[in-house]
């Protein structure tokens, strides 16, 4: 089954321990995303990736790091999470044809709390 | 800057009761124009992609439609399973592999 797995779901974590919320897609997709959803402002996007050691920055980068060392994963590390970073964070893949076409595969989303 | 700006917030329908979401949009040069449904606790789920003006798409009860400056997804006779939040994106010409998207439209069909 084509799929897109985020883990974890759901965590509780405190201010400043570090964490890795981990997506990995099993349709060889070129294009990898990470974006995040708040209430009243809808989806945006952290960071994106082309192919393997291809990213680059979204709407709203600051406090995360990526990287794309494989074509099916591509985690998302919060150095130091803070409050502000909590959110409802979903991974979505695309083969490169189709993401001019919107064709996103979303994750089934990785509800994080920061105390 | 690409911005989507969706209307209504929230719809409740009867069962039968048909209706339409509107989905503004300000873009330099769209090349393309998304709808995607959201179930609670899930991840969007790509529903249509429309490209120019006066381009239609249609799938079971949905009809989306383009304008040169809004796109509207009609639901015709809906039924209690299309409630979801629905979400417009769009891609403007400056943003390569970039979708901006929308609010959404919480839309809720009571039997």
């Known amino acids: 089954e084509a799929q897109v797995t985020q883990n974890p779901r759901y965590l509780i974590t405190v201010t400043g321990k570090k964490l890795t919320v981990t997506c990995s897609q099993n349709?060889?997709?070129?294009?990898m995303s990470w974006y995040r959803q708040d209430p009243g402002l809808g989806l945006r996007q952290i960071y994106y990736?082309?192919?393997?050691?291809?990213?680059d920055k979204g709407d709203v980068p600051e406090g995360y790091k990526v990287s794309r060392k494989e074509k099916r994963n591509f985690p998302l590390i919060l150095e130091s999470p803070s409050p502000n970073q909590t959110s409802l964070y979903f991974c979505?893949?695309?083969?490169?044809?189709?993401?001019?076409?919107?064709?996103?595969?979303f994750g089934e989303g990785s509800r994080l709390t920061v105390l | 800057e690409d911005q989507v700006t969706q209307s209504p917030e929230a719809l409740r329908l009867q069962e039968g009761e048909s209706s339409s979401l509107n989905c503004s949009y300000t873009?330099?040069?769209?090349?393309?124009l998304f709808w995607y449904r959201q179930d609670p606790g899930k991840g969007p789920e790509f529903l249509f992609t429309?490209?120019?003006a006066g381009e239609e798409k249609e799938k079971e009860r949905l009809k989306a439609t383009l304008t040169k400056k809004e796109s509207f997804l009609h639901i015709t006779a809906p039924k209690p399973e299309d409630s979801a939040t629905y979400l417009c994106?769009?891609?403007?010409?400056?943003?390569?592999?970039?979708?901006?998207f929308g609010k959404g439209t919480l839309l809720t069909v009571n039997p």
């Open positions: 429309l490209y120019s």
């Open positions: 990736s082309m192919n393997v050691e291809v990213t």
């Open positions: 994106a769009v891609q403007g010409g400056g943003s390569n592999y970039k979708l901006t």
């Open positions: 873009v330099s040069g769209l090349r393309g």
């Open positions: 349709m060889n997709h070129e294009y």
């Open positions: 979505a893949s695309s083969a490169s044809g189709q993401v001019n076409t919107g064709e996103l595969f």
